[in-house]
């Protein structure tokens, strides 16, 4: 998704900004530019394509100036072309604007402006969103930040700006459902706008993390200004953040997928760490324990996520129903937002995003919120949009993902989801503290589980091999590795660009098991749990249509090893923990075979780091 940075003060302004966009460049983006402005006149630099050729391209001539903007843009509206490419500039060449989001009534307000004598050199609707600011504030004659305000009081939509104005030498900011964040150099001298905070390692750790809707100026050595929706002076709050520089190096790895396929082992302790103890048999997720008693009385548990957030909602169904014994329903937050959905303030509403930031798991608990929900949110990005709009939650602490297809931050989500299970079965007195400890001394072991199936690395990469140039493949599991066949497949399509499906296994009797032939490999999530026998009998019926069989076992078997035609081995484990095991090997095999087709595992095509537009 698209990334913005902006830099006032006194250093040159380019290379802050180049350097903001290499931090955004793992989100996934097609074009890139820059503005700055030397001698009062503005220098524009676009380019559609990759940021090294960008830099390349003005390595000799770079752009002069202590103030600027940069943008790397995920085509929403108009080709990835240059023309489209951020910055705009106004009709008049006094305001510049890079922008993050979608303005819905832009094609209405375009309709005013052209009415009005503007014209558009752009198809996006960021220059309809500069102009009409521009001209709010040639016709009401307010200052440019009171002039933001009125015209974002008549956007629709989800957004980050930032906007320069070339004559006063300052920029403004504004977000709506989507971060921003101004990193405060020393004494108020140079302000750094940026969409996360990845940006500002090197420079400051002093930080503001705007509120919704308020405007922002920011001009060297003057005092920040800023103005709330009413117009109302307000007080920036000012904290301090840590860097994670480590997260945005590969080190020895080729690809940052595989670097944090690789963490999940520390990503697991991470977020179970200071919540449990084996020992004394105790869990204490913060956020359950202060709404203990709405989470006893709950009569429904609704989960809305995402893609992979989708997936790990699942398995907090499988482990929820099965422990705690409360209903829980999962819903597409993209589809639960324009419905009329039956929920009230009875229900606790769990709202799952590694970023926290996806546009519709947003509206979703929006609408969840209107209706008196107890929200609770799952998130890893601290200080994300969904982390400050829940009422409790947890963060699940898996640090900085960069790999597009995300894996160490589902681990860590669905061991949030377990201590949340685990908590809530123990209020409900359904656990003996023996049960209560073997449960939580399994969990502590699952980590160094997960190192020994990464020990498969290399036996995973010869299968991957072998089946790197299918068409299509089959995922399939029961009970609570079903989510984890969904996860398998996604992983594959979203980097490989092999159309893939999952299922629950015994749902291919139905249907998909058309598609079943000697092309056609499976890969069955086959551990040794309650329904065993019934995915031996799937697999027989898989063998029995020459489909190939690639099976995730559990160490020592030897009935399902005689019938596939590979079988990856992993430890052993409680059911309930299996999800957390089944997956590495998926997402080692998913890589793998991106690999071997030679595909950008970690910008795939079409796709971004987080989804900020419905
Ligand atoms: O940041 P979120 O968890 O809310 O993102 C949700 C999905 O966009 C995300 O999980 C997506 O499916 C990933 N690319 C999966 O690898």
Known sequence: MSGIIGYVGKKEAYPILIHGLNCFEFRGYDSV??????????????????????????????????????????????????????????YSGRLAIVHKGIVENYSSLKEKLIKDGFEFKS????????????????????????S??????????????????KEENALYAARKGAQLVIGVGAEEEEFIITTDTSPLGGYTSQVIYMEEEDVYRLAPGEKINLLNLDNLQKSPVIEEFEEELHAIEKGDFDHFMLKEIYEQPKAIIDSYRGRMSAVEGWIKLGGITEYRNKLNKAKRIVFAACGTSWHASLVGKYLIEELAGIQVSVEYASEFRYRKPVIGNEDVFVAISQSGETADTIAAIELAKHKQALIYGICNSVGS?????????????????????????????????????????????????????????????????????????????????????????????????????????????????????????????????????????????????????????NIQEIKARKGKVIAIVNKGDTVIKEIADHSIEIPKTLELFAPLLSVVPLQLLAYHIAVWRGADVDSPRNLTKSVTVE
């Open 148 to 165: 933001i305000q009125i015209a974002l009081n008549q956007v629709v939509g989800a957004y980050s700006i930032i906007v320069l104005d």
């Open 33 to 90: 530019g820059v503005v700055t402005v030397d001698k009062n006149e503005f220098e524009l630099r676009k380019f559609a394509g990759k940021l090294a050729e960008f830099k390349e391209k003005n390595e000799a001539n770079q752009p002069k100036g202590n103030i600027g903007l940069a943008h790397s843009r995920w085509a929403t509206h108009g080709m990835a072309d240059e023309n489209n490419a951020h910055p705009h500039v106004s």
């Open 385 to 537: 949009t969904i982390s400050k709009m829940s009422h409790a939650g947890s963060y699940t602490h898996a640090g900085q993902e960069i790999g597009i297809a995300s894996t160490k931050a589902f681990t860590s989500q669905v061991v949030i989801l377990t201590l949340m299970a685990l908590q809530l079965a123990d209020y409900k007195g359904n656990l003996s503290k023996t049960q209560l400890n073997s449960i939580l001394y399994e969990l502590e072991q699952i980590p160094s589980k997960v190192e020994e199936i990464l020990k498969l690395d290399a036996e995973v990469k010869k299968i991957a091999k072998v089946y790197h140039q299918a068409n299509n493949f089959l995922f399939l599991g029961r009970g609570a590795n079903y989510p984890i066949a969904l996860e398998g497949a996604l992983k594959l399509k979203e980097i490989s660009y092999i159309h893939a499906e999952g299922y629950p296994a015994a749902e291919i009797k139905h249907g998909p098991i058309a598609l079943i032939d000697e092309n056609m490999p499976v890969v069955v999530l086959a551990t040794n749990d309650s329904a065993y026998d019934k995915i031996v009998s």
């Open 123 to 146: 198809d996006t609707d960021s220059e309809v969103l500069i102009n009409w600011i521009e001209h709010i504030q040639s016709k009401s004659q307010k200052s440019l930040q009171e």
